[in-house]
Antibody, heavy 120, light 109 residues
Framework: QVQLVQSGAEVKKPGSSVKVSCKAS????????ISWVRQAPGQGLEWMGG????????NYAQKFRGRVTITTDDSTSTAYMELSSLRSEDTAVYYC?????????????WGQGTLVTVSS | EIVLTQSPGTLSLSPGERATLSCRAS???????LAWYQQKPGQAPRLLIY???NRATGIPDRFSGSGSGTDFTLTISRLEPEDFAVYYC??????????FGQGTKLEIK
């Protein structure tokens, strides 16, 4: 049973960057894809991008291209999402989520979420 | 990009009643690659249904999914108090680009 544990809440200034981590335990890290999904306060879910660690293939939603970078550290079974040029609208809970395999798939399980607050 | 539209936005029902939630796609979703999630306040989403009609592990059989092409439905046969939450559909047929519906809030009447 794979479990995903994310890093803690962050408070950032506009224009800065944030890097959120997602550590996987159980399972084989290289055998599935990891996606990042965010949820602004009171809003719905928004897919930001995903990575297939074994192939190093990364895909980003068009809205976030140029501002988001998703990486992994296979030695620690950890995925990272870095978002730059932060603005107040980026205040949200950021989730990592696992796909069942390397193929397109649903998300299960999810990390517990990381609240990122952007405020001057 | 496939746009998913969920209806209704809010559904007010009583425990024991039947709930029917709709998810409509802007174009056909290949291989019925559609999932449903439940989210309660302060919690991460939980997978309920994948492949349009397959219940995830541990999900009660009062939850069922149906549909194909562009029209999909999540049905909760008899509402329990713990079922009142927000429900999202998600398509993974246009991988590597995924999208979610805007959600349906199921509230106690």
């Amino acid at each position: 049973q794979v479990q995903l544990v994310q890093s803690g809440a962050e408070v950032k200034k506009p224009g800065s960057s944030v890097k959120v981590s997602c550590k996987a335990s159980g399972g084989t890290f290289s055998s599935y894809a990891i996606s990042w999904v965010r949820q602004a306060p009171g809003q719905g879910l928004e897919w930001m991008g995903g990575i297939i660690p074994i192939f190093g293939i990364v895909n980003y939603a068009q809205k976030f291209r140029g501002r988001v970078t998703i990486t992994t550290d296979d030695s620690t079974s950890t995925a990272y999402m870095e978002l730059s040029s932060l603005r107040s609208e980026d205040t949200a809970v950021y989730y990592c989520a696992k796909s069942p395999s390397l193929a397109p798939g649903w998300f299960d399980p999810w990390g517990q979420g990381t609240l990122v607050t952007v405020s001057s | 990009e496939i746009v998913l539209t969920q209806s209704p936005g809010t559904l007010s029902l009583s425990p024991g009643e039947r709930a029917t939630l709709s998810c409509r796609a802007s174009q056909s979703i290949s291989s019925n690659y559609l999932a449903w999630y439940q989210q309660k306040p302060g919690q991460a989403p939980r997978l309920l249904i994948y492949g349009a009609s397959n219940r995830a592990t541990g999900i009660p059989d009062r939850f069922s999914g149906s549909g194909s092409g562009t029209d999909f439905t999540l049905t909760i046969s008899r509402l329990e108090p713990e079922d009142f939450a927000v429900y999202y559909c998600q398509q993974y047929g246009s991988s590597p680009m995924y999208s979610f519906g805007q959600g349906t809030k199921l509230e106690i009447k």
